[in-house]
């Protein structure tokens, strides 16, 4: 009995173990929001093209800063999962993650729609079309659907919940990091 306890424990660590070096190996090959390093870096070039350099992911709320030049001394901005920042907003299919980029300037410099489970996303929020009316919106504008924000019919709840989680993240982060303007 002692012997099949010991055997059972033995096995039960080397089990143990193997599951914490493939989360270890996990974490290292995967970084935030479950993306391969690669596309990660890829995205967050999309939204700040003159970066040379990432911070990785850290601070509160959650964000990457974008540095421009040698070493960090010229920040160009940040980027941050709205599901991060805003964790409770929620589409028709659940949440929609977004990659957002703010530059230091309080201007969006663009939106990644980089997961959903909305039904009617294929026309509505995967377009390029609705990413691209974000690049240059101020934190300060209404982003009101329909107003400021193109609408698509038919998908009101992914539209609504994917301006309002853009609207709300980016505001948060814009006051929690970024100084307001002189006047």
């Known amino acids: 009995m002692i012997l099949k306890r010991a055997a059972f424990a033995k096995a039960s660590a080397a ?10 190996g996990a974490t290292i090959v995967m970084t935030a929001g479950g993306q391969p390093a690669n596309v990660l870096q890829a995205r967050l070039k999309s ?3 003159a970066a040379t350099a990432f911070s990785p992911k850290g601070g509160e709320p959650s964000h990457f800063k974008a540095y421009a030049g040698p070493g960090t001394q ?3 901005g940040y980027a941050f999962f709205t599901t991060e920042v805003s964790p409770l907003e929620r589409g028709y299919g659940g949440p929609i993650v977004m990659l957002v ?5 309080g201007l969006l410099t663009g939106v990644i729609v980089t997961e959903h489970h909305e039904p009617y996303g294929d026309f509505s929020i995967d377009r390029q079309a609705f990413a691209a009316q974000f690049r ?28 309002r989680a853009i ?10 990091l970024i100084a307001p303007p002189k006047p």
């Open 167 to 176: 609207r709300l993240s980016a505001r948060r982060v814009a006051r929690e």
């Open 101 to 105: 980029g703010i530059d230091v300037k």
């Open 74 to 76: 010229n920040l160009l």
């Open 47 to 49: 939204l700040f093209p």
């Open 15 to 24: 089990r143990a173990a193997a599951a914490v070096t493939l989360i270890v």
């Open 136 to 163: 240059g919106k101020d934190v300060r504008d209404p982003f009101k659907l329909g107003t400021d924000i193109d609408a698509v019919s038919r998908a009101t709840i992914t539209m609504s919940s994917a301006v």
